[in-house]
């Protein structure tokens, strides 16, 4: 049975693995720079003005915050990255936090980067695409805030994501616009084929 994306509720918010969810259901991570959209992806998804919270002060989210979908799958917004005012402590702590969740956490399916389409992916977005590839066989990047682009500016933005961040061929890249329906429902067939196991989010001869 197809997962219903409108039956969904925020389930709970944790800074350590002994807050996470106790349960099978498999997890779909979110991750991206603060102000890359996140939750404003995941209110999209789920046909939801403001079951994500969108923050107006980027890097305000450090949390792990897990949404409960249909009592099937849980969307997992992950605390955002290079805030400029984040103290080396904070920054620690976030690494820290992340390094946990995406090592040890078995639910976890696939990690799926999110990158703003205006502009080159930062060194920090290549990083977490390399932590992302550490731990999962596919690279999913999802490129957002597409509608803020003229349609003549489209293919060089793609192509710029995929060469900095070494996209391959079984890699997944997705353009993705709030403003529309733009890369909503790839996102969420990605999502059902992976739970079922159609689309393997790993390489099985390997």
């Known amino acids: 049975m197809n997962i219903n994306f409108q039956n969904a509720k925020f389930e709970r918010s944790a800074v350590a693995n002994t807050q996470y969810?106790?349960?099978?259901?498999?997890?779909?991570?979110?991750?991206?720079?603060?102000?890359?959209?996140k939750s404003s992806?995941?209110?999209?998804?789920?046909?939801?003005?403001?079951?994500?919270?969108?923050?107006?002060?980027?890097?305000?989210?450090?949390?792990?915050?897990?949404?409960?979908?249909?009592?099937?799958?849980?969307?997992?917004?992950?605390?955002?990255?290079?805030?400029?005012?984040?103290?080396?402590?904070?920054v620690a702590k976030w690494g820290n936090m992340m390094e946990d969740y995406l090592a040890n956490?078995?639910?976890?399916?696939?990690?799926i980067l999110l990158v703003d389409s205006r502009h080159t992916p930062t060194a920090q977005d290549v990083q977490m695409a390399e932590w992302i590839r550490h731990y999962h066989e596919r690279l999913?990047?999802?490129?957002?805030?597409?509608d803020k682009l003229k349609k003549r500016e489209i293919e060089e933005r793609l192509n710029d994501i995929a060469d900095t961040l070494e996209l391959t061929e079984d890699d997944i890249l997705v353009p993705f616009s709030t403003a529309d329906d733009e890369g909503k429902y790839s996102v969420i067939d990605m999502i059902e084929m992976m739970r079922v196991g159609v689309l393997m989010p790993y390489d099985e001869e390997e």
């Open 41 to 90: 992806l995941i209110n999209k998804l789920l046909n939801r003005k403001s079951l994500a919270r969108v923050s107006g002060t980027p890097g305000k989210t450090i949390t792990i915050n897990f949404y409960n979908i249909d009592d099937k799958v849980y969307l997992v917004d992950l605390p955002g990255y290079g805030y400029a005012k984040r103290s080396k402590e904070e």
């Open 21 to 37: 969810p106790q349960s099978d259901m498999l997890e779909f991570a979110f991750a991206g720079r603060s102000n890359v959209g």
């Open 105 to 111: 956490r078995e639910q976890l399916v696939q990690t």
């Open 140 to 146: 999913v990047v999802v490129a957002t805030k597409m």
